[in-house]
């Protein structure tokens, strides 16, 4: 199990970072936390698909439509984008845990110490997955 705990308001932000997304247009085929043993900390992954050549243009799309749910809800917290690693949709990781798994719209699945694709998930809370 993981040695850092993820707080309930940190999931809460990313779950809002990724209705935000939805809601820009931002296409997020899988949201979750996955925590790194060697580094000691959880990130947030958000595969998308069709991710550019160029990531930074993605990374600014999802910058701007952050920033605009900021302006119209200014008392709610949303996830710093610093926190999150935006991968594309075919990543190994996404790819192996979508063979496994499948999780439509938001919700909270943990999957902790499993082998997926070649990788050892320690710990992961996932939000979405979709095929």
């Excluded at 710093?80 to 798994?101: H, M, N, Q, W």
Aim: charged share 25%; aromatic share 8%.
């Amino acid at each position: 199990m993981a040695e850092e705990q993820l707080v309930t308001s940190e999931i809460e932000e990313g779950m809002r970072l990724v209705r935000a997304l939805d809601d820009g247009g931002f296409p997020v085929k899988a949201a979750l936390w996955l925590y790194s043993g060697d580094a000691q900390r959880w990130r947030f992954v958000i595969a998308t698909t069709n991710l550019p050549k160029d990531i930074s243009a993605r990374i600014r799309q999802a910058v701007d439509i952050a920033a605009a749910w900021r302006a119209k809800h200014p008392g709610e917290a949303l996830l710093d984008l610093a926190r999150v690693s935006f991968v594309g949709e075919y990543d190994k990781l996404i790819t192996g845990l979508g063979s496994v798994l499948r999780v439509e719209g938001l919700s909270q699945i943990r999957f902790t110490n499993n082998m997926v694709n070649g990788f050892f998930v320690e710990d992961a809370l996932i939000h979405r997955l979709a095929a």
